[in-house]
Antibody, heavy 117, light 107 residues
Framework: VHLVQSGTEVRRPGASVNISCRTS????????VQWVRQVPGQGLEWIGW????????KYSRDLEDRVIIDRDTSTTTAYMELSSLRSEDTAIYYC???????????WGQGTLLTVSS | DIQMTQSPSSLAASVGDRVTVTCRAS??????LVWYQQKPGKAPKLLIY???TLQSGVPSRFSGSGSGTDFTLTISSLQPEDVATYYC?????????FGGGTKVEVK
């Protein structure tokens, strides 16, 4: 099982970013993918998740107006788009695969997003 | 939203000590609780799900207990490689909130 995320991103305030999470080694549609972020030196913040089969999503209330999580079952890739970026969005973004009961057991390597003017 | 509160925020113990980390949910989440370990510069690693089920490959010195609102992660004999930050995560309902983390160090 592998989850490989897209590379480091730098954006200006107000811009958008789309981070990808390419998966392999398992049946994509049998699991969910969650997105989590972490400001360096701080704790984990849940962003949202998508059930890969049906495409149903749930989001953090703090981010639900600015985030979209989607997936492409043909390429077994999940995506997270965050818009209207602010400096506070500077963080490492992780994707992880899992189930509703058994936790998220495989994680991507993380993508550093820097938002700065 | 369910709030998850961990305590302590940090601790230092000697190699071989028994270490306990606590996580409290703001409402009943039954046993829908997951624990992760995160080492510096690395992604989190799943340790325990369903509050007490050890993930495959995780050393047996790690254990989890609790249900409802109060949960515990125990390391029965602290090892140097256990230095990390530990997080609980609510799995009862979205948003799947995390606790603030407990940093474990060796004296």
């Amino acid at each position: 099982v592998h989850l490989v995320q897209s590379g480091t991103e730098v954006r200006r305030p107000g811009a958008s970013v789309n981070i990808s999470c390419r998966t392999s080694g398992y049946t994509f549609t049998k699991f969910a993918v969650q997105w989590v972020r972490q400001v360096p030196g701080q704790g984990l913040e849940w962003i949202g998740w998508i059930h890969a089969a049906a495409g149903h999503t749930k989001y953090s209330r703090d981010l639900e107006d600015r985030v979209i999580i989607d997936r492409d079952t043909s390429t077994t890739t999940a995506y997270m788009e965050l818009s209207s970026l602010r400096s506070e969005d500077t963080a490492i973004y992780y994707c992880a695969r899992g189930t509703a009961r058994e936790g998220f057991d495989y994680w991507g390597q993380g993508t550093l997003l820097t938002v700065s003017s | 939203d369910i709030q998850m509160t961990q305590s302590p925020s940090s601790l230092a113990a000697s190699v071989g000590d028994r270490v306990t980390v606590t996580c409290r949910a703001s409402r009943d989440i039954e046993d829908y609780l997951v624990w992760y370990q995160q080492k510096p510069g690395k992604a989190p690693k799943l340790l325990i799900y369903d509050a007490s089920t050890l993930q495959s490959g995780v050393p047996s010195r790690f254990s989890g207990s609790g249900s409802g609102t109060d949960f515990t992660l125990t390391i029965s004999s602290l090892q140097p490689e256990d230095v990390a930050t530990y997080y609980c995560q609510n799995f009862d309902s979205a948003p799947l909130t995390f606790g603030g983390g407990t940093k474990v160090e060796v004296k």
